[in-house]
């Protein structure tokens, strides 16, 4: 079954800390992998998009890691801001093989982040 | 370069009715996916337009239904509306959708209330 889990579920990090959100997926074949920030009751954001080849990628303070081969992603966050409290969510891609066709986007339940003063 | 709008931003409806949400694309985009968003479930796939033809669906039942203009814009139906159907409806556009590493934009959302 194709599913992408996310930990923590919720993480609660004071202002300039670092934190390190997980995402661990059995989507295959694999096509990317992608994070989004949400803030609340708005539409999601993407932070970035990695493919099979790449292990890493940035984005301003966060940093995207992928390793393919046990199938594990994390988001890395720099001296925190409180403007960075939202959920993240990851966000897989597989291929055509399993989606009669086209790319289908399979979503994590999300971890949300408060960063307190 | 306008994003993804989607309209009405906030909406209450009583159980039984039926409602029709809109989403425009950002020009040039073709496809237009639709997605529900609930505190339990996280974000749910519904479907996929390209072209106006649907091609992907997710596990919803047959009272969700859509369909996409020959502009791009796209609107999904609910009828006979259940108090379960309250979540944030947001959709996403691309310029393909089924591309391998196509990015894909949300709009803002529709908030639906079901009372």
């Given amino acids: 079954k194709n599913q ?31 994070w989004y920030k949400q803030d609340t009751g708005r539409g999601p954001v ?13 984005n301003g ?20 801001q409180l403007s960075d409290s939202a959920s993240y969510i990851c966000v897989v891609s597989g ?11 399979i979503f994590g339940a999300g971890t949300r982040l408060a960063v307190h003063p | 370069k306008a994003g993804v709008t989607q309209t009405p931003r906030y909406l209450i409806k009583t159980r039984g009715q039926q409602v029709t949400l809109s989403c425009s694309p950002i020009s040039g985009h073709r496809s237009v996916s639709w997605y529900q968003q609930t505190p339990g479930q996280g974000l749910q796939f519904l479907f996929e337009y390209f072209s106006e ?8 039942p047959g009272r969700f239904s859509g369909r996409q203009f ?6 999904m139906n609910v009828s006979t509306l ?33 009372v």
């Fill in chain 1, 61 to 80: 303070r966060y940093t995207a890691t992928l390793d393919a081969d046990t199938k594990q992603s994390s988001l890395h966050i720099t001296a925190s």
């Fill in chain 2, 82 to 114: 259940e108090l379960g159907d309250s979540a944030l409806y947001l959709c996403a556009s691309s310029l393909a959708g089924g591309s391998v590493n196509t990015e894909a934009f949300f709009g803002q959302g529709t908030r639906l209330t079901v």
């Fill in chain 1, 4 to 34: 992408v889990e996310q930990s923590p579920q919720s993480l609660i990090i004071l202002e300039g800390k670092n934190c390190t959100l997980q995402c661990n997926y059995t989507v295959s074949p694999f096509s990317n992998l992608r």
């Fill in chain 1, 46 to 58: 993407s932070l970035t998009i990695m493919t099979f080849s790449e292990n890493t990628k940035s």
């Fill in chain 2, 53 to 60: 033809t649907q091609r992907n669906k997710g596990n919803f």
């Fill in chain 2, 70 to 75: 020959s502009n791009s814009r796209s609107e």
């Fill in chain 1, 95 to 105: 291929s055509t093989m399993f989606s009669g066709g086209y790319n289908k986007l």
